[in-house]
């Protein structure tokens, strides 16, 4: 059974510095992962998707890195803004069977301004 | 902007009552997904479809139903509702596109409360 761990939970900067959200998980067959952020009471939003052949993907200050031999994912947020506080969730869908989707239990960002 | 909507966004009503929650993707996408999330918690899967009169049951329990009559639609039904039943769900969809599942895009939710 897939599990997905993220570390920090909680997490808080002053404005302007660059910062590291990390996303581990047990299985490592996946077909890909994707970073969310959600808003208090809101949906998610996608940010970055990687798929399972790739290493990273980049937009704008954001930078999400994939290893799946050891199991872990990380989101680098460059120049981090008040705009940025949200949690931020990474997901991870697994390769074989009905290629369910495990949600890790987030990463509550904020920040300071 | 993903072209995912929800309605209601918020419901409040009384326990018993039969309350029907609208999804529906103007996409195009085959896989449709129900989540329920407590405040500050994880996400749960209820409910997902493949694609047209196929609809499976997620990893948590749940007594709501769903349909999927056709591919942008896909509501789910509460018989009678609870007070256990409050909580935020969310619904997703996502594609296949060369050869990989893209993206899984989510609605804006509906926060329900059972009084």
């Known amino acids: 059974k897939q599990e997905v761990t993220q570390i920090p939970a909680a997490l808080s900067v002053p404005e302007g510095e660059n910062l590291v959200l990390n996303c581990s998980f047990t299985?490592?067959?996946?077909?890909?992962l994707q970073w969310f952020r959600q808003d208090p009471g809101k949906g998610l939003t996608s940010l970055l998707l990687?798929?399972?052949?790739?290493r990273e993907q980049t937009s704008g200050r954001l930078n999400a890195s994939l290893d799946k031999s050891s199991g872990r994912s990380t989101l680098y947020i460059a120049a981090s803004q008040p705009g940025d506080s949200a949690t931020y969730l990474c997901?991870?869908?697994?390769?074989?069977?009905?290629?369910?989707?495990?949600f890790g239990t987030g990463t509550k960002l904020q920040v300071i301004p | 902007e993903a072209d995912i909507y929800q309605t209601p966004r918020y419901l409040v009503i009384g326990t018993g009552k039969k309350i029907t929650l609208e999804c529906s993707q103007t996409m195009g996408h085959d896989k449709m997904y129900w989540y329920q999330q407590d405040p500050g918690m994880e996400l749960h899967l209820i409910h997902y479809?493949?694609?047209?009169?196929?609809?499976e049951k997620g990893d948590l329990s749940s007594e709501s139903t769903v349909s999927r009559i056709r591919t942008e639609h896909f509501p789910l039904t509460l018989e009678s509702a609870r007070p256990s039943h409050t909580s935020q769900y969310l619904c997703?969809?996502?594609?296949?596109?060369?050869?990989?599942?893209?993206?899984?895009?989510f609605g804006p939710g509906t926060r329900l409360t059972v009084l």
């Open positions: 997901a991870v869908r697994d390769s074989g069977g009905y290629q369910k989707v495990t």
């Open positions: 299985d490592s067959a996946i077909y890909n």
């Open positions: 479809s493949y694609g047209v009169n196929s609809t």
């Open positions: 990687i798929q399972s052949s790739q």
């Open positions: 997703a969809s996502s594609a296949m596109a060369g050869g990989f599942y893209n993206e899984q895009f």
